[in-house]
């Protein structure tokens, strides 16, 4: 599996957009992006994944360079619940039967001020 | 729909003890992972599960074991506890639809386990 890097932290304003950066310069054409969050002492919180085009769901947007050799995460409108740990994976999807091993990184500590 | 669910929540062992940790995947689910999360080396895949039968395993001793029910429901076991198995385990369900997709794992909250 591909790489990923991501800043060891952020801050954001509350109310504000949080765009969580992940270079995953190595990447190959049959990897997709996950991105999980972990608050903490919960378990990790799947939020959203992308091969090559954007993404949207109710939690968050995906944006993947056309190269695809970067992403970013945007919560659009950060609330105090959105502190967490926010990792970035790069993984092959599992064909059928495949097994899906997530390799998690440090990730990227999201903190959301008042 | 009920989440992941884990028991028990807490853990307190001593070295050389064994220890059994439950997984009750969302229903649907077929498979189940386990993961280890310490502070040193971070979130760390134990193995996986589906249809009773172990389909991928991490680079753990073989003090770590697991298994899997006909209800999808997982234990994993971990034998002669060491002061280094002090850590977060959580355990992770899939669908794993062969129709494709289902790859998006959910986690559980965690059992803490303490070894003193």
């Known amino acids: 599996d591909a790489k990923t890097t991501q800043p060891t932290s952020m801050d954001c304003a509350e109310g504000r957009a949080a765009n969580l950066p992940c270079n995953h310069s190595?990447?190959?054409?049959?990897?997709?992006v996950y991105w999980y969050r972990q608050i903490h002492s919960q378990g990790p919180q799947y939020i959203i994944h992308?091969?090559?085009n954007n993404e949207t769901n109710e939690m968050a947007s995906l944006i993947i360079t056309e190269d695809r050799k970067s992403s970013t995460l945007i919560l659009p409108h950060a609330t105090l619940r959105d502190t967490a740990v926010y990792y970035c994976?790069?993984?092959?999807?599992?064909?059928?039967?495949?097994?899906?091993?997530?390799?998690f990184g440090k990730g990227t500590k999201l903190t959301v001020n008042p | 729909k009920a989440g992941v669910t884990q028991t028990p929540r807490y853990l307190i062992k001593t070295r050389g003890q064994q220890v059994t940790l439950s997984c009750s995947p969302i229903?649907?689910?077929?498979?189940v992972s386990w993961y280890q999360q310490t502070p040193g080396q971070g979130l760390q895949f134990l193995f996986e599960?589906?249809?009773?039968?172990?389909?991928n395993k991490g680079n753990f001793p073989g003090r770590f074991s697991g298994r899997q029910f006909s209800n999808s429901r997982s234990e994993m076991n971990v034998s002669t506890l060491e002061l280094g198995d002090s850590a977060l385990y959580l355990c992770?369900?899939?669908?794993?639809?062969?129709?494709?997709?289902?790859?998006?794992?959910?986690f559980g909250p965690g059992t803490r386990l303490t070894v003193t």
């Open positions: 229903s649907g689910h077929r498979s």
């Open positions: 599960y589906f249809s009773e039968t172990q389909r």
């Open positions: 190595t990447i190959s054409g049959n990897e997709y």
């Open positions: 994976i790069v993984r092959v999807s599992p064909t059928q039967g495949g097994s899906e091993k997530l390799v």
């Open positions: 992770a369900s899939r669908k794993w639809d062969l129709a494709g997709g289902g790859y998006e794992q959910y």
């Open positions: 992308g091969l090559k």
